[in-house]
């Protein structure tokens, strides 16, 4: 690992850092999941180039309890995005954690997790980047692994809900979301991923939820830690969450934090625009599957991965080194 380290990158486009990251050092951070309603405990560790973003589950150990938070171990859940390795061991909500990665540009973490589900803290990835940035982040030795989009690439399930990835020099993204309820309505955003942005534009906008639908995710055995301390709530137009909206386009800025999140199952940095209306964590690992099985859309650059490759190239060092 180089020594040179910083609070964050500039504000320049994610991708086009020639360098892999990783943190300076190790940080923890615990909170309540809002599926769960466990109390999760989470430490960050650097990782060495090549490594990736691996979670480790402290509390499992008759079986393998590694994760690398790649698309090929993304499978479907409601509500969060999952990944799950073989032996059916998986995290939930890893998506607001993988945006503050994507938006930060750390290539390479370690995450040990002592339960099922990361923490939603305040439904946001404001404390997540505090945390990161505390950390510092180290520059390392090797090429920043860059997937580039050439060709489009869609998945259209009808209704308005569309997702598709077209070729661009940077990471784009146009993301517009509908609902029924007056207060949110429709809105759309344009967003392109530099750290700057992330922190100015995404970063503290929270999750968000109907109050009817809260009774419903919760005889699903759902939103067990879930409440206005973590989850803007709505009913009919107002927001029941004390001190109200931290913008007046919050929710569709959440929905892209989300998507930014999804994208880093690419396991790399990303050049692309992705146009999405009505977007969700099953639209995105459908997207990016897609993208996946069609190897004349994509192409990448960057740094080797250390030891075995996956099935489309990620790095599993971890997984051999226990499996």
Not at 129 to 149: C, K, N, P, S, Y
Not at 297 to 322: C, D, K, L, R
């Amino acid at each position: 690992m180089n020594a040179q380290t910083s609070h964050h990158l500039n504000g320049d486009d994610i991708a086009s850092h020639g360098w892999q990251h990783t943190i300076a050092q190790a940080v923890e951070i615990g909170g309540i999941g809002v599926h769960s309603g466990r109390f999760i405990e989470v430490t960050l560790h650097p990782a060495p180039a090549g490594h990736g973003i691996v979670f480790h589950r402290s509390d499992v150990v008759d079986c393998n309890a590694v994760i690398p938070a790649t698309i090929e171990h993304a499978v479907p859940h409601k509500l969060c995005t999952r990944i799950e390795n073989k032996d059916g061991v998986g995290v939930n909500t890893i998506e607001h954690f993988m945006a503050a990665f994507h938006g930060m540009g750390i290539d390479n973490l370690r995450i040990e997790i002592d339960g099922p589900e990361m923490p939603i803290l305040d439904g946001s990835a404001t404390p997540i980047f505090t945390l990161l940035e505390r950390a510092g982040l180290a520059r390392q030795d090797m090429a920043r692994r860059v997937i580039t989009i050439l060709k489009e690439v869609e998945v259209d399930l009808g209704n308005g809900v569309v997702a598709k990835l077209s070729p661009a020099d940077s990471l784009e993204m146009d993301v517009s979301i509908q609902f029924d309820d007056q207060l949110i309505g429709t809105q759309s955003i344009s967003y392109k991923n530099t750290s700057q942005a992330f922190l100015d534009e995404l970063a503290d906008a929270r999750t968000f939820c109907m109050l009817k639908d809260v009774e419903a995710m919760r005889n699903s055995g759902l939103a067990r830690g879930g409440s206005l301390d973590n989850a803007l709530v709505v009913h009919n137009g107002a927001v029941l969450n004390e001190g109200g909206l931290r913008s007046t386009d919050e929710f569709v800025r959440h929905k892209t934090l989300d998507c930014l999140g999804d994208l880093f199952l690419l396991g790399m940095a990303v050049k692309a625009r992705l146009t999405t209306s009505k977007p969700g964590h099953a639209l995105s690992t459908m997207l990016l599957k897609t993208l996946m099985n069609t190897p004349d859309a994509f192409s990448i650059n960057g740094g080797e991965a250390t030891g075995g490759q996956g099935q489309w190239g990620y790095p599993e060092t971890a997984v051999a080194a226990h499996s």
